[in-house]
């Protein structure tokens, strides 16, 4: 191979872009080295940066690649030496589209069931049944709430307008919640807040309410 052959072969863009990807990698090596690297390899640890990161730079790879495949073979004049280092190239990016659509799908396919798991793990509370939506001070009335999700047991309590009537009480095995209380004295007819909070054993917690409206007994005004 001559001197020019040579001095072509590196200034080759293909051949440029691997440089580049080469000393990149030993600038963050060295950023890391000296502490400015901004803990990005500590943070590579952690596998949702990782393969955030590592789907990014194959993107950027896959695509650069292309784009330069495209450029050269736009600028180079027509030849069987150009065709058969063309075939090559396209051999080349039809494995880095293979390799790039598996990592995709592996990353976004395990983003979806994170979020699937997520959401199993969050504490589902349904909105509170009242025996009755309109009671008389000091008559009693039942609230019902179903609890799924989470992690049991759980543990919930239930307010009135914000005052704790029932506090850290443990849900039955079969996640029902069904509490009688006692309407709160008033000076006037009033709607008030029932709420029901529920904590489960990891301190994941939900909350949930329904109004209640509670009227002054007959002969009162």
């Not at 990353?107 to 994170?114: D, R």
């Not at 039942?142 to 506090?167: A, I, Q």
Request: charged share 20%; hydrophobic share 45%.
């Amino acid at each position: 191979m001559t001197g020019e052959d040579k001095g072509g072969s590196i200034r080759h863009p293909v051949v440029v872009i691997a440089l580049l990807m080469i000393l990149g990698i030993f600038a963050l090596i060295g950023a890391a080295i000296i502490g400015h690297d901004h803990d990005v390899l500590e943070k590579m640890g952690r596998v949702d940066f990782a393969r955030g990161l590592i789907t990014y730079l194959f993107a950027v790879v896959t695509i650069g690649t292309a784009v330069v495949l495209v450029v050269s073979a736009l600028m180079n004049e027509p030849s069987e030496q150009e065709e058969k280092k063309c075939q090559r190239w396209k051999e080349i990016l039809s494995l880095l589209l293979g390799v790039f659509g598996t990592i995709v799908g592996y990353y976004f396919g395990s983003e979806t069931k994170s979020l699937v798991q997520t959401e199993m793990r969050a504490v589902r509370l349904t909105p509170p049944l009242l025996s009755q939506d309109r009671v008389s001070s000091g008559q009693r009335v039942t609230v019902t709430v179903s609890v799924s999700g989470g992690m049991p047991p759980y543990r919930y309590k239930v307010t009135l307008d914000d005052k704790s009537v029932v506090d850290q009480q443990k849900v039955k095995e079969t996640g029902w919640i069904v509490q009688d209380l006692a309407a709160p004295a008033v000076k006037a007819n009033s709607t008030i807040i029932v709420g029901v909070a529920v904590t489960d054993s990891t301190g994941r917690a939900a909350s949930t309410s329904a109004p209640l409206e509670v009227l002054l007994p007959p002969g009162k005004k």
